[in-house]
């Protein structure tokens, strides 16, 4: 299989930073393909223009969306690992979504009916958070994040969904769960589609 780690955190030593680096190393280690978009190296703009929008609707992309493109429509797999800011994506990671799963390319309509076109495709999806699973559901934010983000984006686009993790109280972690993480998150690829 070819992976794509779609990748959103400014601190290189951070969490987010060791979760991408492990899990590049391991899918190399199983023989499969790999590759990193990390948004912030790539300095990605993610500031949806209205050319980007002129554009979309005519199906043109920019020249950095396109090669973002590019690499989805190679990857059998999306892993989007980032952490979970002020209750939603990073704005980086946002403008990602809004310039590169453009219409067109991840969506369309069909006689006024939404089609996804990444339907061929997996998506896992990593992030951290400061608050405890609890706390989150005490307020209905994992509802909240699971409406915005599985079926406001991944889903809408045709993707199928094969985990989303959430790891709370990240910022103030052990060594020992982080293991206990990444062994949750390398066992996803040992399951059958």
């Keep these: 299989m070819k992976y794509l780690i779609i990748y ?14 492990s899990i590049y190393e391991f899918i190399q280690s199983t023989g499969h393909e790999v590759e990193i978009r990390d948004l912030y190296q790539l300095n990605f703009n993610p500031v949806l223009s209205l050319e980007d929008m002129h554009g979309q609707r005519k199906g ?3 020249a950095d969306v396109k090669i973002e493109q590019n690499f989805i429509n190679w990857a059998d797999c999306l892993i989007v690992i980032h952490p979970i800011w002020w209750t939603g994506l990073p704005a980086i990671m946002k403008g990602y979504i809004d310039r590169v ?10 006689n006024g009916v939404q089609k996804g076109l990444l339907k061929e495709k997996q998506v896992i999806i990593i992030n951290t958070q400061g608050k405890s699973q609890s706390e989150y559901q005490e307020i209905e934010m994992d509802k909240a994040l699971t409406l915005t983000s599985d079926k406001g984006i991944y889903l809408y686009s045709g993707l199928e969904i094969k985990r989303h993790f959430y790891f709370d109280k990240a910022d103030r972690t052990t060594e020992e769960t982080v293991v206990k ?6 066992t996803i690829f040992y399951q059958k589609k």
Aim: hydrophobic content about 35%; cysteine-free.
């Design 60 to 62: 043109e992309v920019a």
């Design 8 to 21: 959103a955190h400014p601190n290189q030593d951070s969490l987010n930073s060791y979760f991408k680096q």
């Design 181 to 186: 993480w990444i062994n949750q998150v390398e």
């Design 101 to 110: 799963f453009s219409y067109g390319f991840a969506y369309r309509y069909d």
